[in-house]
């Protein structure tokens, strides 16, 4: 068991995957039951109107909205969107945008390759070459 200090209040509590302790999770449910209640009484707002209806920081929206546990669709129209944490282009869902999950990924894979490194290969194929020839002078 690992012990954490909650992200939220700072309270210590026993981590099991999340880095919030139970009682923030528990009024963090709470917050998202009631924001998603209002949407569905309520659509078609922007997302300043509804946080400014339920009491709650925009920010909160947008963590939902990110997280996918609220939709889009729900809230007036080009409201839902926000930054990409890479470029600063505007997107509807996750955190980067198509073109930066791209590069991202394009950066993870070369990553992948350098750190097997061409080096010992090169070695290796020697390798092979010298005893393929020496198989070669003892079948002959
Ligand atoms: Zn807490
Ligand atoms: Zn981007």
Redesign the pocket.
Known sequence: MELANCVRCGKVFARIGRNICPDCQAEEDRIFKKVRAFVEENPGLTIQEVADQCDIQPKKIYDFLKEGRLEGRNFAAGSARWQ?A??G?YITSGT??N??KETLQAELQANKRSAVGPAPYTKKDKGEIHISRWRERRGS
């Open positions: 990409c890479s470029c282009s980067l945008c073109k930066c």
